[in-house]
């Protein structure tokens, strides 16, 4: 956090700590203004953005039409003319109609203009799985994200750091998509300061200290690895876990000195297996850090399949503490 943050703390859930942040974001910054399918009158599918219309009046908070496309072209738009835009996309699997502005428009602004013009836009979306939902309310397109140039990727695993960095978020004047782990929002509780504070972007968080295994994670998946690390521990494996905190940019020197410490690496992320960010993670490592490795890396991640919607398929589909653990014993058996 900044070194000024306030000292005063309060519990919150994650969605809480959201809804304080666009809140304060909202009362410091007349620019700010939030958009999104039912984020006005119902206050969001998750009430994210709850009491933000009747507190700063329907020209700031307001909803949109079902159109992606047309809510991310809006927004770039209103940052082209100074303005700070803040979007929901509903779910992150609902994205993908609005990839032609994201990929064609969003992140080039700042290229094509060569500085002249920034889209300060943040796109908020709930991603992942672990409740349930149905067909495309549980996808985790990060890496399409994380392989756009000129936008930044942020995805917080507490309610700490969700309010934070989605605060740094808002400052940043170059666009940041800011993914939630819809497992996460009522899920897990902590001691939130009160006020405005943020959490810089690209610093990646030591969650557990460890010498023997680094497992490297984010979002939903801290989670599962900080159990998995709980029950190494009781064999007496020493698991350093990391919180990257941001994909877009990455802390890379983060990485590499737990890497130099403990030799062995575990990557655990729920996207699909095929070209994920945890593929990117891994093959940084091996370009920078294969003189200190005693093993190969091991990923622990999603199928290259739909992510399945409903069904206690789920339960296999994503990641879970025993496989992470799995993959702890195999790397500590080399």
Do not use: C, W
């Amino acid at each position: 956090m900044t070194a000024t943050a306030p000292t005063r703390t309060k519990t919150m859930t994650m969605v809480a700590a959201i809804n304080d942040a666009l809140a304060l974001a909202l009362e410091r910054d007349p620019a700010v203004h939030i958009f999104g399918e039912d984020v006005g009158v119902m206050g969001g599918v998750f009430r994210a953005t709850d009491g933000l219309q009747a507190r700063f009046g329907a020209e700031r908070v307001f909803d949109t039409p079902l159109a992606e496309a047309g809510i991310i072209g809006m927004g770039i738009g209103m940052g082209l003319a100074g303005l700070k835009p803040v979007a929901e996309i509903q779910f992150a699997g609902f994205l993908y109609p609005a990839l032609d502005q994201v990929l064609s428009h969003l992140g080039r602004y700042r290229h094509r203009t060569r500085s002249r013009y920034h889209v300060p836009m943040v796109v908020r979306a709930p991603y992942g799985g672990g409740v349930h939902t149905p067909e495309q309310h549980a996808d985790s397109p990060e890496a399409i994200l994380a392989h756009t140039p000129g936008v930044k990727v942020v995805i917080p695993s507490t309610p700490r750091d969700a309010k934070g960095l989605l605060l740094a978020a808002i400052e940043d004047p170059d666009p940041v998509f800011f993914f939630e782990a819809i497992k996460l929002y009522r899920s897990v509780k902590e001691e939130v300061p009160e006020g405005y504070y943020t959490t810089p972007l690209g610093k990646a968080r030591v969650v557990t200290g460890g010498d023997d295994v680094t497992v490297i994670a984010y979002g939903g998946m801290v989670e599962v690895a900080a159990r998995a690390a709980e029950a190494a521990r009781a064999h007496g494996i020493g698991v350093e876990v990391l919180d990257l905190r941001t994909l877009v940019p990455l802390d890379t020197g983060t990485i590499l000195e737990s890497v130099a410490k403990t030799g062995r690496v575990v990557v655990v992320t729920e996207a699909p297996r095929t070209g994920g960010f945890h593929s990117e993670i891994s093959a940084t490592i091996a370009e920078e850090a294969i003189e200190h490795l005693q093993a190969p890396i091991v990923r622990v991640t999603g199928f290259d399949a739909p992510y399945p919607p409903f069904t206690s398929i789920e339960d296999v589909y994503r990641p879970n503490p025993v496989r992470v653990a799995k993959a702890i014993r195999q790397v500590m058996a080399y």
